[in-house]
């Protein structure tokens, strides 16, 4: 690594490292972050390789290296995005089968079950819920994580959602402002364009942010999204019309406000990573989020560029000290709360999530109460990348075979008859209008095959299939499926 010139003005990195939450590998904190906080970074941001230990120990050091009490934030939403359940799929259901439910008590239940499980590891800054509402021709990077298609419907979730997170004692984060749901493409990949008029926005998108910030969000998340009459081409979380104008302004938010991950390619790819960093700030954003990928060297790169923006004069150091003293104020809070919670105790809700999921289940056409031995098969779709590759299915209660409809190995209809020859046949899809082809192909041969659909359930299956609709692939929904198909 290069060596790295300090600061000539120390207050200047100090201000840089009071609104930064860069990642680091692993589950023991590196020297150079836990010098970091000891000199006022104001926290980090998790990703699942850090939470693969003894995560409890990991968070405890970081706060005896810390002056004062550090954001330790985590993507953590139930559903088919954890990172806490990484490596075993989420027991509880996500946003879209508590939209099917539409319960909002149980919704909050559910989101105060998940931070129970975030303060036993330390964990105080869930970057959740997804306020996005869903268009069905729309983002497939948000697909099961919004509560639905219907803007009341996601608003009054979203409250819900936020309500269960903070009286629990995790700050929530609402994402991604002005809304990802009606998105075509991948934030992490491209540059997204919100689809309509400003009236579109303000009648189908906003309502639920509105939602969020009435039920005292700590923190909300501007999506890299481009709306042209707003942002002209440039992404809402570098837009000062959007972080200043519209979420400060118009809607009155006066919390902190966190940035998606300034490495994804639309808010890096056309200014890199430094720079992306001082235009966030530039617009309003409070506290830089980094993601998985980016290293102490690039921590450094962003630091010097902050302060060299200042020093330049395109950065005002007021507006540092602005976003500062937001977190240094949720800092506070966050210590309070803590102390609150650690002293009330919080019990443990898998059985909540499960009780969701089976709530949560659809089910049409003469589905069986029981299979025996049957030939189960999981397509597996393309890589959501705010998900990951989790681990999704039925592996935990029957033998299953996984096909990539993608990867052109000759798994296909044919193939897939044979192998279920004289056993009951069970398709297991993650929204099947991403393998129709295949999946029609086999109804087609099979019209008895039951369709379970794991994913947003777009598709309407032929009249007299036996299918079930989870409304998502978390492990809770998979056993709920299981369950109904006399598997568990």
Known sequence: MTALTPFA?????????????????????????LSALERGLAGVTFFGSNVTGDTAALTASLRDAAPVEPVIAIDEEGGDVTRVAYSSGSPYPGNLALGAVDDPALTSAVYAAIVADLRRLGINVDLAPCADVLSLDGSAVVATRSFGTDTALVARHVAAAVTGLQSA??????????????????????LPVVRGTMDDLRARDLPPFMAA??????????????????????????????????????????????????????????????????LAVTAGVDL??????????MYHAVRAAIADAVTAGRLPA???????????ALRARIAAARAESEAAGHAAGEETGLAAARRALRRSGPVPAALADPFIVELEPEENMAAGRFVWGFDAWAATARVDPAAGDGAGAGTILAAAAGRPLVLAVRDA???????ESVLAARPGTVVVEMGVPAWTPPPGTPYLATYGASRACAQAAAEALGLA
């Open 318 to 328: 007021g507006r540092l000290e602005e976003a500062a003293a937001r977190i240094g």
């Open 213 to 278: 910030i009435d039920a005292g969000t700590g923190a909300l998340m501007p999506g890299h999204l481009v709306v042209p009459s707003l942002t002209g081409d440039m992404p809402a979380s570098l837009s000062p019309a959007a972080v200043t104008g519209m979420l400060r302004g118009e809607l009155g938010f006066d919390g902190v406000v966190i940035s998606d991950g300034l490495e994804m390619k639309a808010a890096s790819a056309v200014f890199g990573i430094p720079e992306a960093c001082v």
């Open 433 to 439: 209008r991403t393998a129709l082809t295949l999946v």
């Open 9 to 33: 003005d120390p207050s200047l990195g100090a201000l840089a490292d009071a609104i930064l939450i860069p990642p680091f590998p692993g589950t023991t904190a590196p020297r150079w972050f």
């Open 169 to 190: 004692g995790v700050v929530a984060c609402a994402k991604h402002f002005p809304g990802h749901g009606s998105t075509i493409g991948d934030s992490h990949l491209m």
């Open 288 to 297: 830089l989020c980094l993601g998985r990928d980016t290293d102490e060297e």
